[in-house]
């Protein structure tokens, strides 16, 4: 599982010229769901999400956690696309879309999250506050 999180002043998102879901400050969650995933890696990248502490505390420091911020959650299976070999993206990591669907609405229940509309044609609006953009992964780097 991979999560392009944002921090944002506010986010939208747009399918078929009508708003699905907007947010005010909080967090903009890009969301690919890979093969191999699960709930439990599900439930882990949530919880990781939900504890980043990437907001500004009474002095100004990157210290607090999300709280009771919004997020705004978006299916995003193209950050599965693998261009090693070339310049056409293979998706072939990327979960088909009866296995991605459950997890990606359990991880947006685990983060009560406005969501976008799973495999649809969306227009994504964000304000980057920051900007703060990292990203997640189930198996990330430590040290």
């Known amino acids: 599982m991979r ?35 699960d709930e439990d890696v599900c439930d882990r990248v949530a919880e990781k999400v939900r504890g980043l502490r990437i907001f500004d505390d009474a002095e100004g420091r990157m210290a607090e956690p999300l709280g009771d911020r919004e997020v705004l959650c978006v299916s995003q299976f193209t950050l599965y696309g693998d261009v090693r070999r070339g310049t056409r993206p293979s998706w072939s990591a990327a979960a088909p879309g009866d296995h991605a669907e459950p997890l990606y609405e359990r991880f947006c229940a685990n983060l009560s999250a406005q969501r976008g509309v799973f495999g649809a044609d969306m227009q994504v609006r964000s304000v980057n506050d920051g900007p703060v953009t990292l990203f997640v992964e189930r198996d990330a780097p430590t040290g």
């Open 3 to 37: 999560a392009l999180v944002q921090r944002v002043t506010e986010a939208s998102v747009v399918v078929g010229g009508e708003t699905v879901g907007a947010i005010g400050p909080g967090l903009l969650v890009l969301l690919g769901v890979a093969r191999t995933d």
